[in-house]
């Protein structure tokens, strides 16, 4: 019981920055610094949490190729989803002879894809980023460690996580039912993943848990270079180098308490 309130407690974080992110319109500079210091408290995560304890359970080469590995699969996924959310798919072929410069407007990204594109980034980046740490919460729960100060970070790097999701999500069109089920679905996994933590997973060994943990590690990296670093600069700017920052500071400090 005490597992399942730790998990359900690191995963409202979600639930809540995904409501507020799909019902409040928040500017664009300040959506932009708020992605900014997600993606700071994700480069974190991946560096200190992810892919050290990679390297430390299975060794450098089963740390850079599962590195590499979550890498790819994230950047093969990001571009079909691109393609999906292109303006113009459905349109017949025929029509872009009939009109080549409706068909240069069509092939050209508008913001709503840019942004539902990152929306959907983050939520596959914190996805694959909070299993892996959902897992430890419970594993220190199982053993008696507290875990206190873990759950305190999760739950602060999940609320702008969500909220910036939800709200790109937004601008391209989605709606609210879809915005929070989407997230509604990724609290219930992270959720299983504590309990999984303090049960079956308890007792595996280091080489079986350092594969997973370099794959989250590489696709949130991949995230980071492909989508949500971009995406933050297109919208804030110069600036949103010192959201990033603070966001880093942050997450550090917390998983160093």
């Known amino acids: 019981?005490?597992?399942?309130?730790?998990?359900?407690?690191?995963?409202?974080?979600?639930?809540?920055?995904?409501?507020?992110?799909?019902?409040?319109?928040?500017?664009?500079?300040?959506?932009a610094a708020m992605l900014a210091f997600a993606a700071g408290a994700l480069i974190t995560a991946l560096a200190f949490e992810l892919f050290e304890d990679a390297y430390e359970h299975g060794g450098i080469w089963r740390a850079a190729l599962g590195l590499l590995a979550g890498a790819v699969v994230f950047t093969v996924l990001s571009a079909w989803?691109?393609?999906?959310?292109?303006?113009?798919?459905?349109?017949?072929?025929?029509s872009d002879k009939l009109d080549p410069d409706a068909a240069a407007t069509d092939r050209a990204p508008s913001p709503a894809s840019t942004s539902g594109a990152a929306g959907l980034a983050l939520l596959g980046a914190v996805t694959l980023d909070g299993v892996p740490e959902n897992?430890?919460?419970?594993?220190?729960?199982?053993?008696?460690?507290?875990?206190?100060?873990?759950?305190?970070?999760?739950?602060?790097?999940?609320?702008?996580?969500?909220?910036?999701?939800?709200?790109?999500?937004?601008?391209q069109g989605r709606s609210q039912r879809f915005i929070l089920g989407t997230w509604v679905a990724c609290a219930a996994v992270l959720?299983?993943?504590?309990?999984?933590?303090?049960?079956?997973?308890?007792?595996?060994?280091?080489?079986?848990?350092?594969?997973?943990?370099?794959?989250?590690?590489?696709?949130?990296?991949?995230?980071l270079a492909d989508t949500l670093m971009p995406e933050a600069y297109e919208k804030g700017g110069p600036l949103v180098a010192v959201s990033t920052t603070a966001g880093f500071v942050l997450s550090f400090l917390l998983s160093t308490v």
């Open 81 to 94: 989803l691109d393609r999906l959310a292109e303006p113009g798919r459905d349109e017949p072929h025929g």
């Open 1 to 31: 019981m005490e597992t399942l309130v730790f998990g359900l407690i690191a995963s409202s974080a979600l639930v809540i920055g995904a409501l507020v992110g799909a019902r409040v319109r928040l500017p664009k500079a300040v959506l």
């Open 135 to 171: 897992i430890a919460l419970g594993v220190s729960l199982g053993e008696g460690t507290g875990g206190l100060a873990l759950l305190a970070a999760i739950f602060v790097s999940n609320f702008p996580e969500a909220l910036v999701g939800s709200a790109s999500m937004r601008e």
């Open 191 to 223: 959720t299983l993943a504590v309990v999984l933590g303090a049960g079956p997973l308890s007792n595996t060994s280091p080489e079986t848990i350092s594969l997973p943990l370099a794959f989250a590690a590489g696709a949130v990296l991949a995230s």
